[in-house]
Structure formats: structure tokens, C-alpha cells
């Protein structure tokens, strides 16, 4: 046993501590035994004292008052053992104020989604298709909506869960350059709608012989335009969200070089 | 195996690497062998429970099927605690998981009944500034590692006896100060600490090697 002098601090300091030699066995004991009281007692007296099937109730009830989740280990491996199944937790609404922002994200991506795939469904039916304004619900439903997606994502422990997280980056790298690109395809389509209607010539390439091609005829050329207007009405359809479509010009073999 | 009314509130404190997380795991393994010893179905679902705060994901390893992980942001963390028996709650780096000074009602409360409910709580900060005030009070034991910094902010946040806490902190310090860096990590996993009982203002050294 060693005695160690105590530092002069004030008048009433000890004159020393009593420090011993050990080891962690020799201190770690506290851990090791189980522990007792009035309340582990009387629980284990019940428990001890009830048939299969009241422990399973007692089971139950513990864990809907206590709302346990095995989360983590162990309960990924088999869904059944998820003990947040049948038990109704209230949600405070201060507690999705956190959520809101990223549910508002996630609804209006899935939006988008309804919209692609029911137009899908809708032109292989040979049926008109749908805008995303047809598809606006009420502020009511909305709100509705994202309290859900809220508690989705508060259930999931996710304020912004790296999913959302990394739509929100996608949005903001790849969102802006396809606006911008697409408005440049617009514009540029407009532009070359309103030279078409007033009947300005197009681009002529020459050839060898020092022939140059034709001006395509007025038949073509309102072909063109139509080809044009189709695509346009198209693309007015989907707001807010444009996609490139000169492709398909491209493609139409009435296009003029 | 002899039942034991009461409970353990250890504070573990030391600076980083010195060796906290390294013996909570040891304790963690203690406690493991207490409840794989114990047969599962003479128990309620809510009793042996092992509830972990380990922001650096050190100690799940260490846990099984039902123990609960709580993380930074989780509320209700606390009622789920209280529902627990014979059980053991470890929290590293503990002032991540409360970021300011406030003790909330239920967190009060696990403190109020952890006897009752047989809940031993660890509790792990890398210097004892970082306990909440009054929570200090409620911890009866210490792993002191080395700590730097001044020996009055080092009391400021420990219970026990004061100069006793100062001897020790110059002991572990000391000692270690024999150590290289290199040399210290080669110590792994018997880093040197002393144990302190507050209530009887007892003290252990625990892998102290002559130097």
C-alpha cells in the first residue's frame, strides 16, 4: 500500500489518500453479480409465477409501453422481431419540423415520377396524356402528405437520410445544367419556328458542281413546322422539368442541313 | 448467482487514446458474461439490456439482439432506459449526446431510480468539465486516465474528495509521463488508470508497471 501526501490546498486538506496496488479483476466485481430490489423482485415474482402464454402478454405490453426497437443488430436480419410493429407512437409535431424540408424534396420527386409513369401508361393506351398540374392536390392533402413523409424519415432517424441527401445534390448539380440546356433548345426552336414562318431561307449547302440544293417547298417546310409544333406541345406539357428532344428532330428526315 | 440491490454510476475520464474506450469494453464483456450465464426465458423481454451511445462505433461488437443503440439527435432515449432492469448503459463521449448544460426530467429520473431498477451507467468524457453540472454528484466511481489542464477545472466537475482527486490525477500523470507515445500504445489493451470509490475514498492502481 502506498501513502501519497496530500498537496496543501487549504487547512482542511487530508494528509493523504490511500492508493492500492490491483488489478481490473479486483475492482470489475461491482459488474458481475445480478441485481436486486423491491421492484426487480416483485417483476421477477410475477414473471416466475405466469404461464407461457401471460409471459408473452407481459412481454408484449413491455415492449409497446417501452418502445423498444430492435434496431441495429440483429433485428435486420428478421423483420418479424421488429418490436415497433403493432405499437402506435405518438409524434409530436415540433418533432418532423426537422423532416419537412426533405419530405417536401421527396414528394416533389415522386410527383414528377407519377407524372412520367402514368403519361407512359396513358400513350400506350392511345389516351391524353396528363400534366402535373392535373395531378395538384389540395393544400390540405399536401400538408397531409408531408407530415407522413416526416414520420417515414423520423422513423428512420433521418433528417436528411443520405438517400434524400444525395437526391438533393443530383437535383442541384444535374437540375440547373438540364434548365439551362433545355431553355437553349427551346429558344433556339422558336427561333427557328418563327424563320420557318416567315419564309426566310434555310442554310444551302453546295455541292461540287457548283449546284446548290434547292430551298425546300412550302409542303416541307410546313411539315417541318408541324414536326415542330408537336414536339413543342410536348415538351409544354411536362413543367418543370424539360427534356431534350432534339434528338427527334434530328431524326425527322425533313430536317435541313 | 447472489442478487446485489444497487447500481454503478462510473465516470470514465482521460484524455484521447489513453485507454476509456478500451476498458468500457472490458466492463461491456463483464456484463455479457453476467447475462449469457443467466437463462433468457425465466426473464421479462426488458431485463439484461445493454443500451450503448458510441458515436465512433467502438462497442457495437459488443452487443446483442435487443440491446439499444441510441443515437446523436434520437429523443426518448431516456423513457427507454427507465424501462429497462438489471441493465447497463454506456455512453461515449457522453456531451455529444447533451450538448448543453440541462438535465432533462427523465434523464433525473434514471439517476432517482437506478438503484431501483438495478441500471449501471458508465459514463465516458475525455475531462470532467464536460459533465453537466449537478450530474457530477450522482457518479460514485472513476477510471481516472491521464487528464491534463489545471487541477482546479479537473475538480470542479468530480465528486469526492478534492485533493484526493488532485493525488491521483498527478499519480496517472506521472506515470505516464515515463511513457513515449510509441510506448504507451504498445501498452494496449492495460493502460494504466486508478480506480476511485467516492464513498470511501478508496483508490486502486490498475496496470501500473514499474518504470
Known amino acids: 500500500m502506498e501513502s501519497i501526501k496530500a498537496l496543501e490546498h487549504n487547512d482542511n486538506t487530508p494528509d493523504f489518500v490511500e492508493v492500492e496496488e490491483g488489478s481490473f479483476d479486483s475492482i470489475a466485481g461491482i459488474f458481475d453479480s445480478e441485481k436486486g430490489g423491491n421492484t426487480i423482485e416483485k417483476e421477477l415474482d410475477e414473471f416466475s409465477s405466469a404461464s407461457s402464454t401471460e409471459k408473452d402478454e407481459i412481454n408484449s405490453t413491455i415492449e409497446e409501453e417501452n418502445g423498444f426497437n430492435l434496431d441495429d443488430l440483429g433485428s435486420s436480419e428478421d423483420e418479424d422481431s421488429d418490436s415497433s410493429e403493432g405499437q402506435e407512437e405518438v409524434v409530436q409535431e415540433d418533432e418532423l419540423e426537422d423532416y419537412f424540408e426533405s419530405a417536401e424534396f421527396i414528394i416533389f420527386i415522386i410527383e414528377l415520377a407519377i407524372v412520367w409513369g402514368t403519361n407512359y401508361y396513358l400513350k400506350s393506351k392511345n389516351l391524353d396524356k396528363i400534366t402535373k398540374d392535373e395531378l395538384e392536390v389540395t393544400a390540405r392533402q399536401h400538408k397531409s402528405l408531408v407530415k407522413s413523409w416526416a414520420k417515414v424519415l423520423r422513423k428512420h432517424k433521418a433528417k436528411v437520410s443520405p438517400e434524400v441527401e444525395l437526391l438533393f445534390n443530383m437535383g442541384a448539380s444535374y437540375g440547373i445544367k438540364i434548365q439551362a440546356i433545355v431553355k437553349k433548345q427551346e429558344d433556339r426552336k422558336k427561333r427557328e419556328i418563327q424563320e420557318a414562318r416567315q419564309g426566310k431561307k434555310m442554310q444551302v449547302v453546295q455541292p461540287r458542281q457548283g449546284k446548290s440544293k434547292k430551298v425546300p417547298d412550302k409542303q416541307t417546310r410546313e411539315a417541318v413546322i408541324k414536326g415542330e409544333k408537336i414536339v413543342e406541345e410536348e415538351e409544354e406539357e411536362v413543367k418543370g422539368f424539360r427534356l431534350d428532344k432534339s434528338k427527334k428532330i434530328e431524326q425527322d428526315p425533313t430536317v435541313l442541313i | ?211
Not at chain 2, 85 to 98: E, H
Not at chain 2, 131 to 149: A, L, Q, S
Not at chain 2, 178 to 203: H, I, M, R, W
Open chain 2, 1 to 211: 448467482m447472489a442478487k446485489e440491490r444497487g447500481s454503478n454510476a462510473l465516470g470514465i475520464v482521460g484524455t484521447n487514446n489513453t485507454g476509456k474506450t478500451v476498458i468500457a469494453e472490458e466492463v461491456i464483456k463483464r456484463f455479457n458474461k453476467k447475462r449469457d450465464s443467466l437463462n433468457s426465458k425465466n426473464y421479462p423481454s426488458n431485463y439484461h439490456k445493454l443500451v450503448v451511445f458510441d458515436v465512433q462505433d467502438r462497442l457495437g461488437h459488443l452487443m446483442r439482439e435487443g440491446d439499444i443503440t441510441i443515437k446523436i439527435g434520437d429523443k426518448g432515449w431516456e423513457k427507454k432506459i427507465l424501462g429497462l432492469r438489471d441493465s447497463m448503459c454506456v455512453f461515449d463521449d457522453f456531451r455529444v449526446l447533451l450538448p448543453n448544460d440541462s438535465l432533462s426530467d427523465d434523464l433525473l429520473k434514471i439517476f432517482g431510480f437506478r438503484m431501483e431498477y438495478g441500471l449501471d451507467l458508465i459514463f465516458i468524457v475525455w475531462h470532467p468539465t464536460l459533465f453537466p453540472p449537478r450530474m457530477h454528484r450522482f457518479i460514485d466511481k472513476y477510471y481516472i486516465f491521464r487528464v491534463g489542464g489545471d487541477d482546479k477545472e479537473f475538480v470542479s466537475r468530480m465528486n469526492g474528495d478534492k485533493d484526493s482527486l488532485i493525488n491521483i490525477k498527478h499519480l496517472v500523470s506521472n506515470h505516464c509521463l515515463t511513457y513515449s507515445q510509441s510506448e504507451y500504445g504498445k501498452l494496449y489493451p492495460n493502460f494504466p488508470f486508478v480506480y476511485y470509490d467516492v464513498q470511501t475514498n478508496k483508490a486502486v492502481k490498475i496496470n501500473f508497471k514499474k518504470r
